[in-house]
């Protein structure tokens, strides 16, 4: 088989098979224009046609749908494939300097780093890249891929997907907690997505240290700060939103969510801890210190989310692993393990009011444009 392709700076180009050029005993993975993906011995090769801009001869590697994410260290590279996982990349025969992988990020994205400046984090085609200087002047890179963000009934069953946005809307302060690129980011656009999207008259501020998050329709406004409460508290004052969004927040940043958690404006935040309890544990701990006498967390915290992310052999799987509800002393699951738990508890719940209308016309809203959209897309799906 002959393998074309077309570049814009020439006319179509003949090469020559991939599967001639690789190994016998390898395992092709992947080719595009800019080169071919392959795995021998647990090691995968790349085998570049053309260098990228930024990325030179690794161009392959950046193009690939397979790929989701890379560390580039200065004599390793590593990256997670999509349903084989983590693997290192072979730099035999690859002219590969990290210092000029970055030189040409600075020259194409502006980002900024130095010693003065170490970090720094800049987007490049579908890519999110992290930049780090170390003091003894060792650089790394870290690329992770910027997916679409799924709709919120691939992520949860559209019942529960109804149900967390009614409860949301009630309103409450609502914290996605869960590990590092366990889906707590994903989780949480989709749902700001959803509700911007249907119920586009609603303000939504959100609120970040480094603006990552963006969404098209709705109404948005963003606030990019290194302080998460002066950040909080220019859009409580100045912005007059109707949804706050912090993309993350760090344990000491927990009470700055008190002002719109007590002007009643529905708040959803990202927190990294492994667990519901880690996370309930080290919220109570920053908010006593911030508060006098011994406040009582789950009176400001309404909804917790925990996600989970597994790393095997086979590659990385991430999901919602449970859902809980505040009732003011405790918090109740109300979904475990990929099941609902109490249907009576979610109804009881849910006032007959909520914060943009009439609990059963949102109720009936939802279940219209979500339900019955992921019903109709699994039977085109079925569809030869």
């Known amino acids: 088989m002959k393998i074309k392709f077309k570049f814009k700076d020439k006319k179509e180009k003949e090469l020559i098979p991939v599967e001639d050029s690789i190994p016998r005993d390898s395992i092709l993975i992947d080719k595009n224009p800019l080169g071919a993906l392959f795995i021998r011995d647990s090691t995968l090769s790349v085998i570049p046609f053309k260098d990228d801009d930024v990325w030179g001869p690794l161009g392959a590697l950046f193009a ?11 004599d390793k590279i590593i990256a997670t ?6 693997i290192q990349l072979s730099l035999d025969n690859l002219n590969i300097r990290v210092e000029d992988i970055i030189s040409r990020l600075i020259a194409h994205t502006g980002v900024n780093v130095s010693f003065r400046n170490p970090r720094g984090v800049a987007e490049y085609g579908n890519w999110r890249i992290a930049i780090q200087l170390h003091s003894g002047g060792q650089l790394h ?4 891929k910027i997916k679409k963000v799924p709709p919120i009934t691939e992520i949860l069953p559209p019942e529960i ?3 967390l946005l009614l409860l949301i809307l009630r309103p409450s302060t609502v914290i996605i907690s869960g590990p590092p690129g366990s889906g707590k980011t994903t989780l949480l656009s989709s749902i700001v997505g959803t509700l911007g999207q249907l119920f586009p008259w609603l303000h939504i501020a959100i609120v970040e240290k480094y603006r990552e998050l963006d969404f098209q329709g709705g109404w948005f406004s963003h606030v990019v700060s290194e302080d998460i409460a002066e950040g909080v508290r220019y859009s409580m004052r100045y912005l007059r939103p109707d949804l706050l969004v912090v993309g993350e927040i760090m344990a000491e940043d927990f009470w700055s969510l008190l002002e719109p958690s007590r002007a009643g404006i529905p708040t959803l935040a990202t ?3 492994p667990s519901v309890e880690k996370a309930v544990r080290t919220l109570s701990d920053a908010l006593q210190i911030h508060l006098k006498g011994s406040p009582n967390v789950y009176t400001y915290l309404d909804i917790i989310v925990n996600t989970k992310k597994l790393v095997t052999i086979d590659g990385v799987k991430r999901f919602v692993n449970a859902i809980y509800i505040s009732d003011g002393q405790r918090i109740l699951p109300i979904y475990l393990d990929g099941q609902p738990v109490d249907d009576k508890l979610l109804e009881k719940a849910l006032p007959d009011k909520l914060y943009i209308g009439d609990t059963k016309q949102v109720e009936e809203t939802l279940l219209k444009h979500l339900v019955k959209n992921h019903l109709d897309n699994r039977v085109q799906a079925k569809v030869p």
């Open 64 to 74: 690939s749908d397979k790929v989701e994410e890379a560390w580039i260290f200065k």
């Open 81 to 86: 494939l999509s349903n084989l996982g983590r």
């Open 141 to 144: 890179v870290v690329a992770t």
């Open 161 to 163: 997907s109804v149900k």
């Open 271 to 273: 927190f990294h801890a």
